[in-house]
């Protein structure tokens, strides 16, 4: 995903929303914490899956989250928000790839892919096809070219 | 509760869990942030109420926790562990007060006092009256004079 | 401090800040987890320090958190924000109390009281008294009557 | 990582270590939360380089997160510890590839793979050589064929 200028864009992504950043984020460098991080574009990802659902005739799908990368290009710091941008990136038989990117002051900082499994929702372990409702709704907030 | 040197004492205690610190526990003053001291003192609670679950035929009680205290007595540190003593400190008629003490390396570095109420199973907001069993499994686990 | 109506009546405190509720704020039960809402009250202190800061002439004084003393009076949720209320509520020789109430939807959830020692800037471990600017800001921040 | 059966097998390992698990760790699906997760592998990324230092002679080398990568398995669950198990998995010119296995009961949960960039000292954005006893040390303890 770092290979790809259009993920270093804000721009670029079809949704986005900000969120504040906390004391507790911060590890002793001062900096937010990785982990804390990995935090920050798990709400992203939440809030990008409400907004589908609240936008498209989707239903309520649930995800289950089976691969997270994530890039770490520069330092989010205290006390500023942060942007998170959000995309589909992939839409494959019975999962997808969120694609999302961190900004602060405009600077993207970091880079998270999240691979989401539908899941089956008679059978909690299993996967299950993408409706064609839910394919669609991804492609209308798939990455600008 | 700072006032009782009972408390900074960690042989008053009938019971004790030690519990590894996590790098993720520091903030930017390298020592245990305070948050997450509270983190671990819910996790001495926990695992206390289990151990009386798990020593005396109380059942399995559920409690919310109505108010928590904490005295700050020292920085605590990474990497090494903390110790976390518990005691039943006072019983009421619907609550009880869990007392715990943090020490690392022998020395208190901090008390935490939580009231818990018991839960009636029949309405989640309700208290109900503390059960004889659990009352003197509670007096079995006070601090030691 | 659940004892005094005016802690639980948003219009009571001077100063107040929204923040953002976190899903993984949530515990198994569905709502904001007790250390995590401890979490939003340490925010909200730092963020009302900062306040102080900023609005009067005190300098950059450092705070050691030596207590921290929460009603939990109700559940909060995700994914509303909660609204955190601050005021300066005793102010001693070294030390002063920074009172916090929790709101959400309007409903007070919970309170926090922090004693915060004044750190002497040439000792770390030692307390300082309360300068004359910084007891005056205090007293511009106290809570309405 | 996913593909390679090695990486599931704990005797592959040369170096684990067994991490406690927290109430805190779980969200409303009663499992550990992914970010929860990510945590625990930090806290033995962190460990297994303090062992390479405490064994090797290697001094204190500094290295940046540049990218995680996180397989979700598998649900792991409180209250039972982990045991994460590590390796070198890659070493190149300035960097080297973290690899973790996360295992519970034995049972392979997760995989993570971090990049760490050697950061010269004296320039703290920017990366340098790893050095020679630091490259045999990763050699040292690398994934067993």
């Known amino acids: 995903m770092r290979g790809d200028p259009a993920r ?14 906390r004391f507790g984020d ?12 990995a935090q920050l574009y798990e709400e992203g990802r939440v809030r990008f899956n409400w907004h589908l659902r609240d936008t498209f005739p989707i239903g ?4 289950l989250v089976a691969r997270v990368e994530i890039d ?6 205290y006390p500023a928000p942060v942007m998170l941008a959000a995309a589909a990136i992939e839409v494959g038989r019975t999962s997808w790839r969120a694609g999302l990117g961190l900004f602060q002051g405009g ?6 892919d999240s691979v989401l ?14 409706p064609d409702a839910l394919r669609a709704a991804l492609g209308e907030r798939s990455l600008r070219a």
């Open 8 to 21: 270093r864009d804000a721009a670029a992504y079809p949704w986005s929303v900000e969120i504040q950043t």
């Open 26 to 37: 911060m590890d002793f460098n001062a900096h937010l914490n990785n982990v804390a991080v």
């Open 60 to 63: 309520r799908p649930r995800f």
């Open 72 to 77: 770490y290009l520069g330092e989010a710091r």
């Open 107 to 112: 600077v993207c900082l970091g880079l998270c």
């Open 117 to 130: 499994v539908h899941r089956d929702p008679g059978d909690a372990a299993g996967s299950a096809p993408i």
